[in-house]
């Protein structure tokens, strides 16, 4: 049974850090493109970061470039998501992604990604 399992998520005050974790098992994601989304109450499920098989591609949504990094430790089938100088807006519940196939490119689309997490909540205060 495949499973994305994501950790890190917590309460941080406007301006830190936090870094999530999404470890894979029950199969190896080290060619398949991985990416994070996030969805905040009310709101519909956004693309934050995406990242190629290598890891040499990686993707970010406007509202979070320069703030956050993807990467990803294909030894550990872990992506990982640093989120420096957050923001109240940047909470939200974090879901990890991963597509089925190999050596496919990265996308922002949702409706690209075939494995997801049950998501790590994130909370911003000002």
């Known amino acids: 049974q495949v499973q994305l399992v994501e950790s890190g998520g917590g309460l941080v005050q406007a301006g830190g850090s936090l870094r999530l974790s999404c470890a894979a098992s029950?199969?190896?994601?080290?060619?398949?493109?991985m990416a994070w989304f996030r969805q905040a109450p009310g709101k519909e499920r956004e693309f934050v970061a995406s990242i190629s098989w290598s890891g040499t591609s990686t993707y970010y949504a406007n509202s979070v470039k320069g703030r956050f990094t993807i990467s990803r430790d294909n030894t550990k089938n872990t992506v990982y998501l640093q989120m420096n100088a957050l923001k109240p807006e940047d909470t939200a519940v974090y879901y990890c992604a991963a597509n089925a196939e190999y050596y496919t490119d990265t996308s922002t689309r949702s409706s690209s990604y075939d494995y997801w997490g049950q998501g790590t909540q994130v909370t911003v205060s000002s």
């Open positions: 029950g199969r190896t994601f080290s060619r398949n493109a």
